[in-house]
Each structure stands twice: as structure tokens, then as C-alpha cells.
């Protein structure tokens, strides 16, 4: 846990570099996002230590839900909103809800649907309402009907 909590530490210093000195995160999303799309070597600190930590997250998850796994569970979504990226909270939140309906020995795809419908809808209405919020237009010609 204290190797984790150093490396969000470091993500944060990194992600608040990536975003010119201030603290935004989008602004340090599109950073990284820009660097890999010029081939620029942009620094592998936020996938491994989304990787590690949301891996930690899921071993602390097979045992008891104690202090450890909430620690290491809130330091892996803290990395995840840090990086500025969806992929993090794709792996974490499925995962961790996979454990939970395994271990709670609900494996049929009602009881899945049943404990997983909120997520989906919240998901799927995000999902629909970022191509109306973030999706940059200004290249786009012609009219639209």
C-alpha cells in the first residue's frame, strides 16, 4: 500500500506537469493523448501504475472486504481519474463487480443484470451524452440532417 500511495503521489505531480503547472485533469488527458499521437515518448509512470493498482484492487477483492481493500480500491479509482482516461475505470468497475457476484454465488444473468442494471444505464447515458458534450466539430464539412 505505501509503494501505492508513492505512486499516486507521482501520478498527481505527473498529471499536474502533463496540464502546464495547474491542476486539470482533462487539460492533462489530451496531453498524453497528443504526445502518443505525434510518437513523442511520453512517460509509462500512469499505465503501469494503473495496471499495478487496479491489479491490487482486484487480489485485495478475493479476500474480505477489510480497511486494505479499501485503501488500495480508492487509491486504483484516484489513479483512474487522475490518468484522465476511461480505460482504468473499464477494468476496475467490472472487475470488482465480477468479484462481487462470484463470491456472493449470484451466476445467473438475471441476478447479474439485476445487481448491475444501474451501472449499465449510467454508463450507457454518459456513453451517448459525450458525443454531444466533448466531440470537437471543427473539422467536420457539410451540413448534418
Not at 31 to 46: C, D, P, Q, R
Request: glycine share 10%; aromatic share 10%.
Amino acid at each position: 500500500m505505501i509503494v501505492l500511495l508513492c505512486g499516486l503521489v507521482a501520478m498527481f505531480y505527473q498529471s499536474r506537469e502533463l496540464a502546464g503547472g495547474s491542476f486539470n485533469i482533462a487539460k492533462a488527458g489530451q496531453a498524453t493523448v497528443e504526445a502518443i499521437e505525434s510518437g513523442e515518448n511520453h512517460s509509462s509512470l500512469m499505465d503501469h501504475f494503473l495496471t499495478i493498482s487496479i491489479g491490487a484492487s482486484l487480489l485485495f477483492a478475493t479476500e474480505k472486504r477489510d480497511r486494505k481493500f479499501w485503501v488500495v480500491t480508492i487509491i486504483a479509482f484516484t489513479g483512474c481519474i487522475l490518468s484522465g482516461g476511461r480505460t482504468g475505470l473499464l477494468l476496475l468497475i467490472p472487475g470488482q463487480s465480477a468479484i462481487y457476484l462470484l463470491q456472493t454465488k449470484q451466476e445467473s444473468l438475471r441476478s447479474a443484470i439485476r445487481f448491475l442494471r444501474w451501472p449499465i444505464a449510467l454508463f450507457v447515458t454518459l456513453f451517448i451524452g459525450m458525443f454531444f458534450i466533448g466531440k470537437d466539430t471543427g473539422e467536420m464539412t457539410g451540413s448534418v440532417v
